[in-house]
């Protein structure tokens, strides 16, 4: 297996490798958490939050996937991703912004208004309710949707209720954006979050619980994906199994160009000072934007025109790392799914 991520990472790393169309979308809307955010939470806390040495108000040490992506699609980006948003008001309710719970040095509730469904509200509120049937809409969100079930009593919750919520709130934005014109979907699944320094150096058990939590979610967005695909043929939906390639580059980092794939960098002053060079992770729960590139050829891949497309697909599930779901004239979404489960 050692081989064929080898090149997997040459093939994600390399520049254009990817037969991506240019004129494919002429821009991208972005919905989601920190994993997108390209500095508004930074701008709603007057320039405080994220601090040096996390890069221009990400919370990594440069760009995001998603800004990569669009690098690589040669597209515009309107990108309203807040860090630390839900996907839209948790269970039991309270503020759809997981910083408002973690013991936040802001007054109560004070980023509350800006999980995804409010950020899709916000994009529509501003565009006079219409979006475009041409351009990309990206949602990827989720994670913190789940943190503090890290910290709740063993029995005291059940987990399935979390993920049952996610995918409401997913559900409600895609179709929000569907009733106001949109066309095409990038949603990805969530990464390993088992995997993240701050959960894995915790507790063995809170770590395994946290990996089955992201399976669950990644089986659910499955199964909205292929439902949506079904009950809206005008529409192409497309995702990327995050999971898979986070495991894989935790399992193997040097195939994937890490040479430290469990530590934060920000907890070595010699790793900030070499701007997290070789580290999968830039802090905690962060990944670095050398990481995040890795991320953004595999969004890429997603989105690659037929026939390309399909040749793309069958490398990258047959390494059983990235699957690809929906969208696509020759195979739409029931077909994938199949492999995203296989792959998780």
């Known amino acids: 297996m050692k081989t064929s991520r080898a090149v997997l990472f040459a093939l994600l790393t390399a520049p254009f490798a990817l037969p991506l169309s240019a004129s494919a979308y002429d821009r991208i809307y972005a919905f989601g958490d920190s994993l997108s955010d390209d500095g508004n939470l930074y701008s709603l806390t007057g320039n405080l939050y994220p601090p040096v040495p996390y890069f221009e108000g990400r919370l990594s040490n440069g760009i995001t996937a998603v800004e990569y992506l669009a690098d690589m699609l040669g597209a515009g980006l309107s990108n309203f991703a807040v860090a630390g948003a839900r996907t839209g008001t948790p269970v039991g309710g309270g503020s759809d912004n997981f910083i408002d719970d973690d013991d936040s040095l802001f007054p109560p509730n004070f980023f509350n208004g ?3 469904i409010a950020q899709v509200n916000g994009y529509l509120g501003a565009s006079g309710g219409t979006a475009s049937a041409s351009d990309l809409y990206f949602i990827w969100a989720g994670p913190n949707d789940y943190f503090l079930l890290s910290e709740a009593t063993p029995g005291s919750v059940d987990p399935q209720d979390y993920v049952t919520n996610a995918i409401g709130n997913l559900y409600t ?3 929000t954006l569907y009733a106001a014109g949109a066309k095409n979907f990038l949603i990805p699944n969530l990464p ?6 701050e959960l894995a150096d915790d507790d063995p058990f809170i770590s395994l619980v946290a990996t089955q939590i992201s399976l ?7 199964d909205l994906l292929a439902s949506l695909d079904a009950a809206l043929p005008d529409a192409s939906f497309f995702t990327a199994d ?3 390639l986070t ?3 935790n399992a193997d980092p040097q195939a994937f160009g890490f040479t430290n794939a469990t530590d934060a960098c920000v907890e070595s002053v010699s790793c900030v000072d070499g701007n ?3 580290y999968l992770f830039w802090d905690g729960v962060h990944i670095t934007t050398a990481a995040h590139q890795q991320v953004a050829a595999a969004f890429a891949s997603a989105l690659a025109p037929v026939p390309e497309a399909q040749t793309w697909a069958m490398l990258l599930a047959g390494l059983g790392l990235i699957s690809v779901a929906g969208g696509l004239r020759a195979s739409r979404v029931p077909a994938h799914t199949g492999a995203l489960r296989e792959a998780t």
Request: no cysteine; hydrophobic share 50%; charged share 0%.
């Open 242 to 244: 995050t999971f898979a």
């Open 192 to 197: 390993n979050l088992g995997l993240v320094p």
């Open 247 to 249: 495991t894989a580059a």
């Open 173 to 175: 934005s895609v179709t």
């Open 114 to 116: 800006t999980g995804v």
């Open 276 to 278: 997290g060079a070789g």
């Open 216 to 222: 669950g979610h990644n089986a659910a967005l499955a």
